[in-house]
T-cell receptor, first 111, second 113 residues
Framework: AQSVTQLDSQVPVFEEAPVELRCNYS??????LFWYVQYPNQGLQLLLK??????LVKGINGFEAEFNKSQTSFHLRKPSVHISDTAEYFC?????????FGTGTRLQVFP | DAGVTQSPTHLIKTRGQQVTLRCSPK?????VSWYQQALGQGPQFIFQ???????QRGNFPDRFSGHQFPNYSSELNVNALLLGDSALYLC????????????FGNGTRLTVT
């Protein structure tokens, strides 16, 4: 079975500061990894995905994530956040196409 | 290019009633999945449909059932509603290929009173 742990339920940060949202996963088989963002009253939008190849993955809106197999982590980073990045962020894994989500991290960007 | 569309956007039902939620997948997608997102939680997988058959199922009781139509649209039915069924129900579509990302609709907010 697979599981996802998002270590921080909330991350407050000031505008233009860097941010890292942490994600660790557990799986006995190889998995694909994803980060999704959810804005208020909306569905989930794909930020980026890791399927194979380079462990540094670039996504939309200036986000990137690094896959670390030895640490079973897939942390999300952005060098300079904007007010509009305020949202809920979900890490997810799948060995096939059934996504298993973490509980989410609320990113709150302050001016 | 139309994305995933869900209807209705909001719904209020009473305990014991039955509800049907509807989903149209993104153009070109033929696989539809349903997720339940309780307040403050991540989405939980309910089931997935492909070629009008339920292909995978999560840990949900038989009160939750679904259907996929020849045009790939899908319905989620929940019988004998409980207060705990109150949640955002998300539909997602994709291609039947490993690693293909899911595209989500904006969800149906179900409130059971």
């Amino acid at each position: 079975a697979q599981s996802v742990t998002q270590l921080d339920s909330q991350v407050p940060v000031f505008e233009e500061a860097p941010v890292e949202l942490r994600c660790n996963y557990s799986s006995s088989v190889s998995v694909y990894l994803f980060w999704y963002v959810q804005y208020p009253n909306q569905g989930l939008q794909l930020l980026l995905k890791y399927l194979s190849g380079s462990t540094l993955v670039k996504g939309i809106n200036g986000f990137e994530a690094e896959f670390n197999k030895s640490q079973t982590s897939f942390h999300l980073r952005k060098p300079s956040v904007h007010i509009s990045d305020t949202a809920e962020y979900f890490c997810a894994v799948t060995p096939t196409d059934k996504l298993i989500f973490g509980t989410g991290t609320r990113l709150q960007v302050f001016p | 290019d139309a994305g995933v569309t869900q209807s209705p956007t909001h719904l209020i039902k009473t305990r014991g009633q039955q509800v049907t939620l509807r989903c149209s997948p993104k153009s070109g997608h033929d696989t539809v999945s349903w997720y339940q997102q309780a307040l403050g939680q991540g989405p939980q997988f309910i089931f997935q449909y492909y070629e009008e058959e339920e292909r995978q199922r999560g840990n949900f009781p038989d009160r939750f059932s679904g259907h996929q139509f020849p045009n790939y649209s899908s319905e989620l039915n929940v019988n004998a509603l409980l207060l705990g069924d109150s949640a955002l129900y998300l539909c997602a579509s994709t291609y039947p290929k490993q690693g293909s990302p899911l595209h989500f609709g904006n969800g149906t907010r179900l409130t059971v009173t």
